[in-house]
């Protein structure tokens, strides 16, 4: 894992990352506001003895730089006013910013923070389709939107590589894509070993399939967001480069702000497509945040 960093980021860089990686995460809330207002939930949380800082990106998001009572387990929590989820993770689904009207299908949608997230920005209207493989996981997802009073949501148990079959069209879809969640070591210090090679390749011939249908099922001026909780290259930018250079009508649109930094154009040797540096990427030690990487394609008309 450490040479590969090395090769793209190289060492100095590579140093700052593994330091990064070993500070615990700030936990960060998402104010539902189809139920609540910014205002009264800080209050509110305030009031608990809670300390919460504003995030920058996010005009309904929290930092809680003090915690002194159970965010997973309060009145607030329960009844839907906010939703646990990480920096990087809300910036997802403004990002794909999905309006009230549109069709929008979220591809790998359990356990559902991005999914109340894109529900929060249709302001409850529209359709949202919410597809999960694992049967496993339905009932976490099920829970959330019921906990969030999500209404315009459809749940479907399939993968998600059969989305062409069911012959539907999205305005904007949601790729959060599985992967081997190198971008989650300040979360979980167990993958640092636990992933081998072998791991990263079996996930990238996924995400391929997984992003090759997904383009598929967009409509003529739809836009399709890529993202993972993984900084490596193979999951990211070799993935894109792949399948849009097999594809026609497609291109990767510049995200209307720098959250990240650019997205690789050339890794291991390889030259990739050139608008990929419009894709972006954050990393632990540039932004305080976990690892995560978007990229925003549209399909031409």
Known sequence: MIERYIQFLGLDETLKLLEANERP????????TLKTSVLELKKRIEKKGNELKPIEWVP?????????????SSHEFLQGYYYL???????SAIILDPKPNDIVIDMCAAPGS???????????????????KNLNRIPALEVNLRRMGIINSIV????????????????KILLDAPCTGEGLIRQDPSRKKSKKMKDIEKMSSI????????????????MLLYCTCSIAPEENELVVDEVLNKSNNFKIVEIS?????????N??????????????????????????????IKKED
């Open 207 to 222: 995400q391929k399939r997984l992003l090759t249908t997904g383009l598929k099922a967009l409509n003529s001026g739809g």
């Open 85 to 91: 989820q990480n920096i990087a993770s809300m910036l």
């Open 257 to 265: 702000k720098n959250y990240g930094v650019k997205g690789l154009t």
């Open 60 to 72: 309904y998001g929290f930092k809680i730089v003090k915690v002194s009572s159970n965010l997973g």
């Open 267 to 296: 890794v291991f040797g390889v030259n990739l497509l050139e608008d990929l540096m419009f894709s972006q990427r954050l990393y632990p030690h540039l932004h305080n945040t976990i690892g995560f990487y978007f990229c925003l």
């Open 25 to 32: 995460l700030i936990p960060s809330i998402r104010v539902n």
């Open 156 to 171: 479907l148990n399939m993968d998600a590589i059969n989305l062409s079959n069911m012959n539907v069209k999205g305005d």
């Open 114 to 132: 991005k999914s109340t997230h894109l529900a929060q920005l249709m302001e409850n209207e529209g359709t949202l389709i919410l597809i999960e």
